[in-house]
């Protein structure tokens, strides 16, 4: 049992130990840097936990477009601005990470032999003495336009939930258009070349870029049935469209764009009228006919993967001249 355990306790252990050293890193690049592991620890531990959803959507929005968009906020920073003056207490940062690993080891092998004794299955509590959450799933998924048992909660059983998540994406793009509205070029903005990126860089974007986006194309349609989704595809698109930018070989994105706005707005847009016209002309607020659930289900994803590549875009890399900044 023991064995077993390892790779949760080191992963545990790893996680603990990001966290403190991103808090209490010397400089802010060190702190980015032990962020962006953090995120991909954070991934490691959902796909630990049989969760590949999750795990791809940590590893590309939380340590992938999350790193890149602090390590731009960094570059504005002054120079005396990088050094955080923190120290960080070894001592007590090392009996806090043992105390925090034996506590969890504890309560890892407690819970298991108190289920074990009680004769509970700790992966699916009943309800009230009712068939479990994963037995109510598999019963209503026939009637759900997917077979995938995420898909099929997330876009139909508890689709208010995903259109709140795109409607908070919104807002988040709203803020920041809000903060930073965008002034005009300076008469020199126009002439300055951008620095040149690295060769190799070059190349491994001009390689990579088309395998993401093939990936998420691949992601969307897998939704269905395994893990994938508009919000995986979309952040694979967005790191696609984040790394041609980077290189020089994508232009700006213009905020002005009719098309871009619109691309923004579609996702959201498009499952609020799914809510509105399943409101009027069926059985509630995203109550989906079962005959039409299955198409449904693949128009707003392929709106929602539309919109969040777009935002996550905009959010890190902007529309403005960014590269001769």
Not at 68 to 87: I, N
Not at 126 to 147: D, H, K
């Amino acid at each position: 049992m023991t064995l077993e355990l390892m790779p949760d306790i080191v992963l545990g252990a790893l996680l603990l130990l990001m966290a403190w050293g991103a808090l209490y890193a010397p400089t802010r690049y060190d702190a980015m840097a032990l962020f962006v592991a953090f995120g991909v620890v954070v991934a490691l531990i959902w796909a630990r936990l049989g969760a590949p959803d999750l795990a791809l959507a940590e590893a590309a929005i939380g340590a992938g477009l999350t790193g890149v968009l602090l390590m731009q906020a960094a570059r504005q920073l002054p120079a005396e601005a990088s050094v955080t003056g923190k120290r960080m207490p070894w001592f007590g940062s090392s009996l806090l990470f043992l105390v925090l690993t034996c506590a969890m080891f504890a309560a890892h092998i407690l819970t298991d032999s108190s289920f074990k004794q009680a004769g509970i299955d700790a992966s699916a509590t009943r309800l009230l003495g009712g068939p479990t959450v994963p037995e109510m799933v598999t019963a209503a998924l026939p009637n759900s336009g997917v077979s995938y048992p995420v898909t099929a909660v997330l876009l139909n059983f508890r689709a208010w939930d995903t259109l709140l998540e795109l409607l908070v994406l919104l807002l988040a793009l709203t803020g920041v258009r809000q903060l930073y509205p965008g002034t005009p070029q300076h008469p020199r903005a126009n002439t300055a070349s951008p620095p040149q990126a690295w060769p190799v860089l070059l190349s491994w974007a001009r390689f990579l870029a088309p395998l993401l986006v093939l990936l998420g194309g691949f992601l969307l349609w897998r939704g269905a049935s395994g893990p994938g989704g508009a919000f995986q595809a979309g952040a694979l698109l967005a790191s696609a469209a984040v790394m041609l930018r980077l290189t020089g070989l994508l232009p700006p994105l213009r905020w002005s764009s009719f098309l871009l706005r619109l691309a923004v707005i579609l996702g959201a847009l498009l499952f609020l009228g799914v809510a509105l016209a399943s409101l009027a002309f069926g059985d509630g607020w995203l109550v989906y006919p079962t005959q039409w659930a299955g198409a449904l289900i693949i128009l707003i994803e392929l709106a929602a993967t539309l919109s969040i590549a777009v935002t996550l875009s905009l959010l890190v890399i902007g529309e403005s001249e960014d590269l001769s900044s």
